[in-house]
């Protein structure tokens, strides 16, 4: 998208398409945190260079308002980018509300208080097959979390996802490893399963086609405590 407010060989991506592809992952700003926004906070948007060879397909940069009107920021950037050529902090740029990715208030205008939302940054493994699209998530278990090392952001939540049985024979065969992922990354590609999410370790579901749900079983020996 291009603006009047952009300079030359710059636009705006649309974050709209991001975030209804990957719900879990990519979070847009609560409709009152928008509404609160005023001169002196900033917004972050997603801008991309439209003309000459760039590093980087896009960058997130920072904006600092100086008003808003009919739905759009007025402002300047407020940080360089990394790797365009075109656009430099200082520049005026128009940023419609619907474009903006991130927040930030001024101490004067605190942030409004908003709904919780969940986050599932917590880490699980899964197949290659699923993360790929080419598999459901056939049977799922939660053991013990054992996979969390030191210095990491996120704890390993425990849950191990299996794809359907064709899928996972051809992963072997391509020597296509399981991945260590954020849950939220394989919810954007299948979330029938969101509602085991709390489940305690030591709980193992299958899929079943003519019931078109999951079929619980007790695994005691996933929970079984590490005396290591």
Not at 105 to 116: I, L, S
Request: charged share 30%; with cysteine; aromatic share 8%.
């Amino acid at each position: 998208m291009s603006l009047g407010g952009l300079p030359p060989g710059i636009a705006l991506r649309d974050p709209r398409p991001i975030a209804a592809e990957a719900p879990y992952t990519f979070f847009m700003p609560h409709p009152q945190e928008l509404e609160a926004l005023r001169p002196g906070d900033g917004i972050k948007a997603i801008f991309t260079q439209t003309e000459g060879e760039t590093k980087y397909d896009a960058e997130r940069m920072w904006v600092l308002i100086e008003r808003i009107e009919d739905g759009v920021v007025y402002g300047t950037l407020d940080n360089d980018p990394s790797d365009m050529s075109l656009i430099e902090a200082g520049n005026p740029v128009a940023i419609p509300l619907t474009h903006v990715i991130s927040t930030a208030f001024h101490k004067d205008n605190p942030r409004p208080e908003t709904p919780e939302r969940r986050e599932y940054w917590e880490r699980c493994l899964v197949d290659a097959c699923i993360v790929e699209g080419r598999s459901h998530v056939d049977y799922l278990y939660r053991e013990t979390p054992d996979m969390t090392r030191e210095g990491d952001e996120y704890e390993d939540s425990g849950w191990r996802l299996r794809g359907s049985e064709a899928e996972v024979e051809a992963d072997q065969a391509n020597d296509s490893a399981p991945r260590y992922i954020a849950l939220g990354a394989v919810l954007n590609r299948d979330d029938r399963w969101i509602h085991l999410l709390d489940e305690e370790p030591g709980v193992a579901f299958q899929w079943d086609g003519d019931a078109q749900d999951y079929i619980r079983f007790n695994r005691p020996d996933l929970a079984e405590a590490d005396d290591q």
